[in-house]
């Protein structure tokens, strides 16, 4: 039986190379959501290996791939959140919007993906996950970044408060906190070499193999950094 994983931000960097892999391996069914999806019909039947247009900003396209998904199957082994964007400057140089349409990318759509799917993925009898991307912002500060530190902040919270909840349930939850990875999120920022970065598809092999981990394991948290470091 093949097993179905929900890339959640499958446009570009991170999540892109991470539904690319997966979609070379055979004994899994990837799906991948983000603005710049194909669009779809909600009475389709859904396709593996397609990215599917949905704005995470907005509560009515998660609820209408939701319902798109559910025509199709009723299970899901995996979810991979790694939809985010930055937002970095000086804090008084921050606006309300700018503040709040990064906190509805970067944390409440998580929320919102997971409420929907939450009965999904319990409905996996194999020891379904899902993996959270915080980040090294998540666990320390940086200057001119309070709004990305704290979103990512955000992150890990959720991620560890629903580790305690859903384990009666037998989902396990994984918290990545990566450093840097040369993905579009570091495009016009000064001061940073790509070179010194963890490519966005060997940080994808890195997400893979959780697929492989026995469901005994629960990769609570784990802190991945380039060679140089914290950059
Ligand atoms: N790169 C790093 O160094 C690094 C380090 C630590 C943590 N992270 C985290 O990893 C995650 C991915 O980052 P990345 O570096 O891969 O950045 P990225 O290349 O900018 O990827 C962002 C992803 O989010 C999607 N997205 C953005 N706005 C969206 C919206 N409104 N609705 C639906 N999807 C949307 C994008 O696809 P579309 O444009 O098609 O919508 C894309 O797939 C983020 O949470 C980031 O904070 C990255």
New binding site residues.
Partial sequence: MKKNILV?????????ALFELLNTLPEFRAFG?????IPFQKTQMIDSGV?YK?????EKEIVSFFEFYQHSFKDIHAIY??????LFGNISSLSKDSIEKHFS??II?SFLVLQKFYSLVRNSTDSPFVCF?????GKIGFPESTA?CAS?HA?AGLAKSLREEWKKDKIRIFTV??????????DNREGFDQKD?IS?EEFAEYLKSFLYLPGSINLDESYVLPMKGIL
């Fill in positions: 959640i931000g499958a446009g570009s960097g991170i999540g892109r959501i983000s603005r710049r999806g990215n949905c704005d995470l900003t907005n959140l790694c939809q985010g964007d930055g990318l970067n759509s991307l915080s980040s090294t912002a990305y990512k992150v906190y990566p450093g840097a990875i040369s993905t579009e999120i570091w970065m966005p």
